[in-house]
Every structure is written in C-alpha cells, then in structure tokens.
C-alpha cells in the first residue's frame, strides 16, 4: 500500500516539524490523499473479495494500521486493554490524529463523532462506514440527538465493540484539565456497561489543523486505567468517582508529570 516516505524501505528519519504554509499542506495532504485515497483502495480491496471469493477481505486492523503511517508517530508505551469485551472507552482529545491513533490503540474500536466531520471527509467518510461501521455520528442541539446517541452506542458495545468517546467534550491540547462531561457515563452505569480510560501523550503537535502545524515521528505514551464495571458500585454517584479517579490518575501521570515516568 502507499506509505509516506519517512516508512518506505524501513526508513525513520528524526522527528519533522512542518509549520505555515507547509503544515498546511500537509495537513491537506493527510485528509484529501492520506484518509481519502487509503479508504479507496481498502474499499478497492473489498471489491476484489467480492469478485474473487477465495480472497480475505481487508481487515479494519489493517486500515487503521495504513491510516496510522501518515502521521507516523513513535508509540513508545501502549497500555494494555483491561478487557477485549464491548465497553466504553474514555480519551483525550487533542486534535484530529486522535481519530486514528485513539482507534488503533484500543481492540475492535468505534468511535463517536459530531456528524460535520461526515461532510469534512466525505466521501471516505461514507465508504468505511459501508466497510467497517466504525464510527458513530451524532448531531447537537436536536431533541432526538442524546437518545439516538445513546442507543447506537448501547448497540456497538452489544456487538463486542469498544466505543471510544472523548468525556471532555471538546479538544483539550494544554494540561489544563477540564470537567468530564458525563451523559455516556452515565448511560454505562444505567445500562451495565463498563468503562475504562485510554490516556495519551503526547498527540498535541502530531496534526494541529488550527496552528497548520504537523509533526511526524512524535513521541508517544498511552496508558490505560482499570476496568470500572456498574456491577461493583452500590450508586451512581460511587460509579462516577471510581471513573473521576482512573480519569485523574492516569491525568496526573502523562500530562502533569510526563517525565516522571
């Protein structure tokens, strides 16, 4: 498959930092060539398993894998996932690598997204949908957006997918920790499903599309708390805390303290 040059023949130059009018012709780059023309081809690819029936058809494993190579970063760390069952995933969003790197570093993903990046990355958007349903989108400010919400995450997580969702409600790239929004928590709680967090550092220059900023072969660390399951709590508001707490520990371990280790 096409890969940029920094992976071709098994190169890994140091850390590239593309800013300005540069950056944003990368950041170009990685949407309309990158996300575009990698979910053509796999979608090509799934044609000729049609065609052909003998042949496997192309894994979902296997796209992020190709999408993550654009934006190449180092990943150092990954947390191991406390369980390989449907659940509630919680992240920090930083910028739109998280779309890729929060997916590829969690099993069987699904992630949950404002419908406008629907029309942002038309029509790779459609055609992996068609191809892997791996994302749900969602509308604000509609009387029937929470419920719809709601339901098409409790289904995912019944299919055995982990749904990745960013509790901050909004992208967060400095180390000021901001209040977790907490309606998919609460439905986790209502609905028994568990939740656990996947935290990483450091994704804030990886692919910043408001500062036309990006930087490949960035250093990365993830890690992943422990499995918060409803069953284990009496009440809500014990099940909150429990989730507050994995949320602040692993806070205070990448993004406070980076370096301590």
Known sequence: RLRPWSTIMGMRPAIRRYSGLRGLSYVLYLVWFGLEWTTLWFWGERIV?????????????AYLKALMSYVDPRLVEIGRAP?????????????????????????????????????????ASMLRQLLFDDVIYFKRGTATARPQLYASVEAKVRQGRQVVIYPEGTRNPTAKRLPLKLGLVKLAYDRRIPVYVSMTHDKSEILDEHKKLVTLGMVVRNRKSNLVSPVDFDTLDQFLAAVQQEWDRLWDQLIDRPDAG
Do not use: Q
């Open 83 to 123: 369980t390989e069952d449907g659940c509630i995933v919680l992240a920090n969003h930083v910028n739109w690598s998280d779309f890729v790197i929060d997916m590829t570093l969690v099993p069987r993903p699904c992630l949950v997204s404002r419908n406008v990046l629907w029309y942002v990355f038309f029509p």
């Open 49 to 61: 398993s049609w065609v052909f029936r003998g042949r496997s058809r192309p894994s979902h494993e």
